[in-house]
């Protein structure tokens, strides 16, 4: 029986990452569709009524929304490459760092980005990555040898997101005196062959930046 999968995103999302790396991880085809979210298609809106945000995976007509939902969903259904843990307890454990990431790590650093406070905000960021970093503990990824569930969720930090939102604010985050073992698991993380190819265009993903975060002429 043929599969449909399509994914609805926006080109330099990490959330939209997110389920791009997992895919192609998988060995999953899929139909790739690029989202304008200032002009949001009737198809997106009709996917996912209730956040009417990116990124969506249709899976033979049935849509799923939130990115760390999808992931969990693409392991499930698609065996190849597991992205999360076998052992229950290992399982809980990655989801709690992944929501760890989500909701106390990504808005801290988003924080950073922003006019208001941002030495607090650079110093309650590294604060938050040092626990993170703690979990690494001498593990080449999260998820031991291989690229696993935290390591796709935390795209944003071990990606090229952080690392430009960073210089172009002039910030110190992610630097080898704060947080060393971090900064090896990031240059691990996109130099992964799979992630290194869906990772968005650096020189893009700057030239954005620069006009939402860099000094205003």
């Not at 990116?54 to 007509?61: D, F, K, Q, T």
């Not at 929501?99 to 960021?125: N, S, Y």
């Not at 090896?184 to 030239?207: C, G, Q, T, Y």
Request: charged fraction near 30%.
């Amino acid at each position: 029986m043929g599969e449909e999968v399509k994914l609805f995103a926006v080109w330099g999302s990490p959330f939209s990452r997110r389920v791009e790396m997992a895919l192609k991880l998988k060995g999953v085809e899929y139909e790739y569709i690029e989202v304008d979210l200032q002009n949001k298609s009737d198809l997106l809106l009709k996917y996912n009524p209730v956040h009417k945000k990116i990124p969506v995976l249709v899976h033979n007509g049935k849509p799923i929304a939130e990115s760390v939902v999808i992931l969990e969903y693409i392991d499930e259904t698609w065996k190849g490459f597991p992205l999360l843990p076998k052992d229950p307890y290992q399982r809980a454990m990655a989801r709690f760092w992944a929501k760890f990431i989500e909701e106390k790590c990504m808005p801290a650093l988003f924080k950073c980005a922003g006019t208001e406070d941002r030495e607090k905000a650079v110093e309650e960021a590294c604060e938050l990555l040092k626990l993170l970093e703690n979990e690494l503990e001498d593990k080449k990824f999260f998820g031991g040898e291989n690229i696993g569930f935290v390591d796709i969720v935390a795209d944003f930090i071990g990606g090229y997101w952080l690392r430009d939102i960073q210089e172009i604010v002039g910030v110190k985050i992610l630097t080898r005196e704060n947080l060393p073992k971090l900064c090896e698991w990031s240059d691990e993380f996109v130099n992964h062959v799979v992630i290194k190819e869906n990772l968005p265009p650096r020189d893009k993903l700057i030239a954005y930046f620069r006009t939402r975060f860099g000094p205003k002429p």
